[in-house]
T-cell receptor, first 116, second 114 residues
């Protein structure tokens, strides 16, 4: 089952902050975050493991709330280069059952636009 | 430099025709994946392979076929049974499918119907 990302789109001015959420109805093992520029390949940002870990990448960080089965991506002091579509990919716990374990299931994406 | 090479970048298919998309990696990764991306949508898994000579269906395998005869190659055939093949196709690889390692993506192939 596909994770749900919110919001679907965000428009920012340079220097503003944004939060993108990724929620799952199934127990998560890890969450991957990727950014894709239009017409290009997705680029890996970071992986969050269950345990509430928070990681950072430049001015982009993320957290993983195991109780809520949710990950949030934080973009601070946004730059023009941050524009693109952000995808979360979820890897489910072994005990979630089904055939989802071991392969990423991607959300529908959040379009981020940063204006000067 | 290591990476994933997809070819061709653009491909056109005639009705009733099978077409094959190439994906080659020199990262020495065991796992390889094929995704389909439609406008405004996320990535949907078509097939994946954890090791040579083994592959599993993803969420939307109907109308597609793959082979994994070599570690570095994972070609995708879009058969005539796939009635709506127009999409952006992405190939990816990772060290292993059960690890928490990132997936590395190729630049994609854009397939259209003539």
């Amino acid at each position: 089952q596909q994770p749900v990302q919110s919001p679907q789109a965000v428009i920012l001015r340079e220097g503003e902050d944004a939060v993108i959420n990724c929620s799952s109805s199934k127990a998560l093992y890890s969450v991957h975050w990727y950014r894709q520029k239009h017409g290009e390949a997705p680029v890996f940002l970071m992986i969050l493991l269950k345990g509430g870990e928070q990681k950072g990448h430049e001015k982009i960080s993320a957290s993983f709330n195991e109780k809520k089965q949710q990950s949030s991506l934080y973009l601070t002091a946004s730059q023009l280069s941050y524009s693109g579509t952000y995808f979360c990919g979820t890897l489910y716990n072994r005990d979630a059952g089904g055939t989802s374990y071991g392969k990423l299931t991607f959300g529908q994406g959040t379009i981020l636009t940063v204006h000067p | 430099d290591g990476g994933i090479t997809q070819s061709p970048k653009y491909l056109f298919r005639k009705e009733g025709q099978n077409v094959t998309l190439s994906c080659e990696q020199n990262l020495n990764h065991d796992a390889m994946y094929w995704y389909r991306q439609d406008p405004g949508q996320g990535l949907r898994l078509i097939y994946y392979s954890q090791i040579v000579n083994d592959f599993q269906k993803g969420d939307i395998a109907e109308g597609y076929s793959v082979s994994r005869e070599k570690k570095e190659s994972f070609p995708l055939t879009v058969t005539s049974a796939q009635k709506n093949p127009t999409a952006f196709y992405l190939c990816a690889s990772s060290i292993a499918s059960y690890s928490n390692q990132p997936q590395h993506f190729g630049d994609g192939t854009r397939l259209s119907i003539l």
